[in-house]
Nanobody
Framework: VQLQAFGGGLVQPGGSLRLSCAAS????????LGWYRQAPGKQRELVAS?????????VDNVKGRFTISRDNTKSTVTMYLQMNSLNLDDTAVYYC??????????WGQGTLVTVSS
């Protein structure tokens, strides 16, 4: 599975961004998809995930502001993260992650989100 993330950039506090993650390859093997982020000097953390069956998880400090979604076609899977009301603490490199039913997980290359006035 190959993952490619898009959509990062510079945004002012209170603004919005939408991240996309395109998955290709053995997409039938994907069970769960998620977005992680790593801020400077901090550990990578799970931001949001969408698991097989459609249940969604959000870390507390993005609830009500971020929305994760997933779009499946026959040959691709695309995951989105709509981020609203961004604040300075959301500045980080955002990574998409895919967990298969069996075997190791996959990571995208990361996309930088900078919230700054």
């Amino acid at each position: 599975v190959q993952l490619q993330a898009f959509g990062g950039g510079l945004v002012q506090p209170g603004g919005s961004l939408r991240l996309s993650c395109a998955a290709s390859g053995s997409i039938f093997s994907i069970k769960d998809l998620g977005w992680y982020r790593q801020a400077p000097g901090k550990q990578r953390e799970l931001v949001a995930s969408i698991i097989a069956g459609g249940s969604r998880y959000y870390v507390d400090n993005v609830k009500g502001r971020f929305t994760i979604s997933r779009d499946n076609t026959k040959s691709t899977v695309t995951m989105y993260l709509q981020m609203n009301s961004l604040n300075l603490d959301d500045t980080a490199v955002y990574y998409c992650n895919a967990k298969p039913w069996v075997g190791p997980e996959y990571w995208g290359q990361g996309t930088l989100v900078t919230v700054s006035s």
